[in-house]
């Protein structure tokens, strides 16, 4: 649970933490030095209870502004999640605008360009990009463009057609290897995410003017 108080993504628990703390309680069991096995347990055991003095109010700086006022969410694939009230407000303002391009246009692809992968299902699994989302800081990678090598100018096609919606964050339209142009007849909707940090976080939805009037 101290590691927990010191890291709020959770994978890092169930990848090294847990695997880690088995491993020292099989080694601390098969010690044949009886202090050193009385040594280990009572610091396991200290620093176990010392952190629930702590947690969640570890050496994360994201904690001193906790949010605990989370929710089960309306959302189908969500539905067994608990999710924050400014996290399943912003899901359902996606959603909402989504459906009401759906219903005035016939639009077949629709692209997450954002970080955050809750958002590709919401948008639909039929895409111009391979890999669901978009990490600001390695979206220039060796590893990004081979997988991802035409799909710039492949969202670029399809928004001349006019097939295709984007919801992008941070500067994720230019790349190092090209642009995405967004057209005169596009227009654009600014969604507000609230984060820990209480900045003012915006996603863009790109979509068809005629789509929307």
């Known amino acids: 649970m101290v590691f927990t108080s010191l890291n709020f993504e959770l994978f890092r628990l169930y990848t090294s933490v847990s695997i880690g703390i088995l491993s020292l309680i099989s080694y601390i069991y098969f010690l044949k030095n009886k202090d050193l096995k009385f040594f280990l347990n009572f610091i396991l055991i200290f620093f176990s209870i010392f952190s629930l003095f702590f947690y969640p109010n570890g050496g994360n700086n994201i904690f001193n502004?906790?949010?605990?006022?989370?929710?089960?969410?309306?959302?189908k694939f969500l539905k067994f999640t608990k999710i924050s009230i400014n996290e399943n407000f912003l899901y359902n303002?996606?959603?909402?605008?989504?459906?009401?391009?759906?219903?005035?246009?016939?639009?077949?692809y629709y692209d997450n360009l954002t970080f955050n992968t809750f958002i590709s299902p919401l948008l639909g699994f039929k895409r111009m990009k391979v890999i669901p989302y978009v990490k600001n800081d390695d979206k220039n990678t060796k590893l990004v463009t081979y997988y991802d090598i035409n799909f710039i100018e492949n969202i670029n096609v399809q928004m001349i057609n006019q097939n295709i919606v984007i919801l992008s964050s941070e500067d994720n339209l230019n790349?190092?290897?090209?642009?995405?142009?967004?057209?005169?007849?596009?227009?654009?909707?600014?969604?507000?995410?609230?984060?820990n940090s209480d900045k003012p976080f915006y996603y863009f939805f790109y979509y068809p003017s005629k789509c929307l009037k």
Do not use: A, H, R, T
Request: aromatic share 12%; charged share 25%.
């Open 65 to 75: 502004k906790k949010n605990f006022n989370i929710q089960n969410s309306n959302i």
């Open 93 to 108: 303002e996606i959603l909402n605008f989504k459906e009401q391009i759906d219903n005035n246009c016939n639009i077949e």
């Open 175 to 195: 790349y190092d290897f090209g642009q995405i142009i967004v057209p005169k007849n596009y227009s654009y909707k600014k969604i507000l995410s609230k984060d």
